[in-house]
């Protein structure tokens, strides 16, 4: 697997010529300068990357995480490209004696790559079976994922262990949850789920699906644009209000997110809350992007950037940026992993590395994804609700047509 190396020793200018991938990352946190050429050459050449974010009070190990997922990403859009001149399959792999596949978060995919790489090749030593594997990052889009679904249509279709996130196809009656009602698969985590999540019973009441993580959307504030004496808003109930009207910027591109807020949107406001979205969204940013972005000149730009509890951290510098854990919850999206009951009990070991204390932490800590791991402590407020859908809603709904009644009803509501 190729390494993309990225140190705090390197000079900014060192990092663009290796990567040039990274320029818009650093534009769009602050360093403008660094889009300049000229200026790149001069005063890049001076100045770490330590150093730079230093300057500007970030967080060294989240930054570069950043700036190594741009990369990763830009390499899977290329390899994608290619797999699909190849084979229609593009998101699963075409060899292998068990197959691994999948979408990952990408502030966590290359860590959690590096671990399994590992695991796999121990693994391959001792069993002689080899280890097809696919796990993509989840920036590759929801297109690409459900064309790869298409070509599933029986169990041997299947690769053996599956992870992903968010509420797309896994859970749509048209393509995977058609497995899981067959009892395809078999939940391989744990008995108790850790204290921050297991009053919400995250849990698959039914065995099925491993909820390993959660994906918690919080919101940025640019302090700057609230009227003289106005309170900073702490409940999606005050964001949904005619007040905030074009003045919300939302991860409308982060698919396995986004359609997780409108489908908590929709059950606990109803389809007027879909619809006071749409209203309120100024523009759709990636969360990097709103992560640069905390008060820009003139007042332009969103109030409230709705975004994964992950780039917070890029926001730290800024002391008219305020992150908020939403009162009423921070909306969760879940990080789950699929394994086939049938699968060979290598692929069984496989999924009890993805269940370790080992990767619980890397989501915990690496990502600002909370973990359901029990033994993992998740770095999040003292007090940090979450508003998780619930199985009793999935079950009721089939989220494959939901999905799209709420999309259309909020992109119907902003063009108004």
């Known amino acids: 697997m190729s390494q993309t190396m990225i140190s705090a020793e390197m000079t900014l200018f060192d990092i663009t010529e290796r990567y040039p991938e990274t320029v818009d990352v650093f534009v769009a946190n602050g360093y403008e300068h660094v889009g300049d050429e000229s200026k790149r050459r001069v005063q890049g050449k001076m100045v770490t990357l330590a150093q730079a974010v230093q300057s500007k009070s970030k967080d060294l190990g989240a930054f570069t995480s950043l700036l190594k997922n741009a990369v990763e990403a830009n390499r899977q859009a290329g390899d994608v490209t290619l797999d699909v001149a190849k084979d229609e399959n593009q998101i699963f792999p075409s060899s292998g004696d068990i197959r691994v596949a999948g979408l990952l978060p990408c502030p966590v995919r290359i860590p959690l790559l590096e671990a399994f790489d590992e695991v796999s090749r121990r693994i391959t030593a001792e069993s002689g079976k080899t280890i097809g594997v696919k796990l993509a990052a989840a920036s590759v889009g929801a297109d690409i994922l459900d064309e790869g679904l298409r070509t599933i249509h029986t169990e041997d279709d299947l690769p053996d262990l599956f992870l992903s996130a968010g509420f797309e196809a896994f859970f749509d009656r048209r393509n995977m949850a058609r497995f899981k009602e067959a009892g395809v698969f078999v939940d391989r985590s744990w008995g108790s789920h850790n204290e921050l999540v297991s009053s919400y019973k995250l849990q698959d009441p039914d065995g099925h699906y491993s909820l390993l993580a959660v994906v918690p959307a919080v919101f940025l504030v640019d302090k700057t644009q609230l009227p003289e004496g106005s309170p900073v808003p702490r409940t999606w109930k005050e964001v949904l209000g005619p007040e905030y009207e074009g003045k919300i910027a939302m991860p409308v591109g982060d ?33 990097s992007q709103t992560a640069g972005r905390f008060a820009p000149k003139g007042g332009k730009g969103p109030l409230v950037s709705v975004i994964p509890y992950f ?13 908020v854990w939403p009162e009423d919850g921070a909306i969760v999206s879940p990080i789950f992993m699929l394994l086939k009951k049938s699968a ?18 890397i989501l915990a800590h690496r990502g600002l994804f909370p973990s359901c791991h029990p033994e993992v402590s998740n770095h999040v407020p003292e007090n940090a609700p979450l508003m998780w859908l619930g199985w009793d809603f999935i079950h009721e709904n089939d989220l494959g047509e939901l999905i799209p009644k709420v999309n259309a009803l909020f992109e119907e509501a902003g063009t108004k």
């Not at 060979?344 to 932490?361: D, Q, S």
């Open 255 to 287: 698919f396995d997110l986004f359609n997780g807020i409108l489908l908590s949107i929709y059950k606990n406001f109803g389809e007027d809350g879909v619809r006071a979205v749409g209203r309120n969204l100024l523009e759709g940013m990636h969360p």
């Open 311 to 323: 780039f917070s951290k890029m926001a730290q510098f800024n002391s008219n940026a305020e992150i």
């Open 344 to 361: 060979p009990p290598e692929a069984y070991r496989l999924a009890e590395f993805f269940a370790t204390r080992e990767v619980g932490e």
